[in-house]
């Protein structure tokens, strides 16, 4: 079993519909978690970084932590056609090496005018 | 421009040559990465350096060899490479305490022929 499970999509949706993004982990000992937006041919930046169960808003971007469930999710909200990339989970376990990052596999969107 | 470059952009290589792959960061951070990312599957780390010295070695095979003259300058050596290999490489940096969060280039695509 992959310790981050991620649907790779795609994920196909119009403008300004609300986007609901997630992944799955199995090891309890992962406590910071990430979102890393990739558009094509470029590097992942970092979106949304949070280390607590509960929600974290910044924009139109908000990252849910459910901790006792082992679930991530990123929510966008009136998604743009900008908002069209791979957007990739990270996970660092506590104690955790520098760089010792698991991601997952990426979800693919498409946002379509 | 992102605060870390990497040269080349692309790169084709048959299984005999060596190249090399470099990555400079303009951050002042301390500690650099080199990940790679193969299609429809995760990140894979495989070197960490923190103030020059190799920290960690993802059990990479040989004919990755990395090399850190300095904390602003990586470089990934490559040699009898398998057509397995090719795949986005990715450097990144990050100010070295546990928790900060990673800064990606845009990569090197590299094809072994």
């Known amino acids: 079993q992959k310790e981050v499970e991620q649907d790779p999509g795609p994920l196909s949706v119009p403008e300004g519909a609300i986007v609901s993004l997630n992944c799955t982990y199995s090891?309890?000992?992962?406590?910071?978690f990430m979102w890393y937006r990739q558009y094509s041919r470029k590097g992942p930046e970092l979106l949304m970084y949070t280390y607590s169960s509960g929600n974290k808003e910044d924009g139109r971007f908000t990252a849910q932590v459910d901790k006792s469930s082992k679930y991530i999710s990123l929510f966008i909200r009136d998604s743009q056609p900008s908002d069209s990339a791979t957007y990739l989970c990270?996970?660092?376990?506590?104690?955790?090496?520098?760089?010792?990052?698991?991601f997952g596999r990426g979800t693919q969107l498409t946002v379509w005018p | 421009e992102t605060g870390v470059t990497q040269t080349p952009r692309h790169l084709v290589m048959g299984m005999t040559n060596k190249k090399s792959l470099k990555c400079e960061q303009h951050l002042g951070h301390n500690a650099m990465y080199w990940y790679k990312q193969s299609a429809k599957k995760p990140l894979e780390l495989m070197f960490v350096?923190?103030?020059?010295?190799?920290?960690e070695n993802n059990s990479v095979p040989s004919r990755f060899s990395p090399e850190c003259p300095n904390s602003s300058h990586l470089f990934l050596h490559l040699h009898t490479l398998q057509p397995e290999d090719s795949a986005l490489y990715l450097c990144?940096?990050?100010?070295?305490?546990?928790?900060?969060?990673?800064?990606f280039g845009n990569g090197t695509r590299l094809t072994v022929t």
């Open positions: 990270a996970m660092r376990k506590r104690g955790s090496t520098l760089g010792r990052l698991y």
């Open positions: 090891n309890s000992a992962f406590q910071y």
């Open positions: 990144a940096s990050s100010q070295g305490q546990g928790n900060s969060p990673l800064h």
């Open positions: 350096y923190n103030f020059k010295e190799q920290t």
